[in-house]
């Protein structure tokens, strides 16, 4: 399975011969299950003050003066659930288990299908995703990795002609509901991730909705944000070379 060869000013060079893990099967279950996964075991565990609405002096009255058996201060209900500043009847606990276990060999497979759906241009525009008649999946030279400057990245992208996947991420939108006061009033679209060889593209990191990550390094999460499948993506040669290693004969670097 080849694919085109492009240089930095969008021109074809030659083909370059795709890794077979591009051939691998669309299985959007495992996908799902693995950025899931990703997603719980990312997260922090937090819980209440184990003594909220309890800090106070209030004592039940007992029995025999025809009232509920509530404890009060100053004659008003305190510390039960039902009481105006009372303790939570269930609130959450620091010590819940919230990590997500997936299989190691469903984990891998995941990450083989989601792979091979940034070749598929139905998914990939499925996704959202805004990019002229260009074969799937963009595969540019090595210089590409020499760039240091965004500006330089974006007159790659003009090129290619997929720059207007990130204009569309950069049209952002007003969240809804209580995150507008925590500090994410709004919403990004994910744009185009960039795979590259060594380290990731210190360049192209800044570009709206954009993620940069490694041949050897590059997982689920990056290539199906959301649990979609099907993410535009630009992968130099030295990227898919590295692709190549992680999935060779024993896969003993993944």
């Known amino acids: 399975m080849e694919t085109t060869l492009r240089d930095l000013t969008g021109d074809e060079t030659g083909s370059v011969e795709l890794p077979a893990v591009f051939g691998t099967p669309y299985r959007p279950d495992l996908i799902r299950r693995a950025v899931l996964a990703a ?55 620091a010590e819940k288990d919230r990590t997500a276990k997936v299989n190691e060999k469903e984990r891998k497979q995941a990450v083989r299908s989601a792979i091979a759906a940034t070749a598929d241009a139905d998914l990939v525009a499925a996704r959202g995703h805004v990019f002229d008649d260009v074969d799937l999946p963009i595969v540019v030279s090595d210089d590409f990795e020499d760039l240091v400057k965004t500006r330089e990245v974006v007159d790659v992208l003009e090129a290619l002609g997929v720059h207007g996947d990130i204009e569309r991420a950069d049209d952002t939108t007003r969240r809804a509901g209580r995150g507008t006061t925590r500090g994410r009033p709004t919403r990004r679209p994910t744009s185009i991730l960039f795979v590259t060889g060594g380290e990731p593209s210190k360049a192209a990191r800044n570009l709206a909705g954009a993620d940069v990550a490694t041949g050897r390094e590059v997982n689920a999460e990056d290539l199906a944000p959301g649990t979609q499948a099907g993410r535009l993506t630009i992968w130099t040669e030295h990227g898919l070379e590295e692709l190549a290693e992680r999935y060779a004969v024993g896969e003993v670097t993944e």
Do not use: C, L, W
Not at 57 to 74: K, L, M, Q
């Open 39 to 93: 997603q719980a075991n990312r997260k922090q565990d937090y819980g209440a003050d184990p003594f909220a609405g309890m800090r106070t002096s209030a004592e039940s009255p007992g029995s025999g003066r025809g009232i509920a058996h509530v404890p009060r201060a100053n004659n008003r209900g305190r510390r039960v659930p039902q009481a105006v500043k009372g303790r939570k009847a269930h609130p959450p606990k």
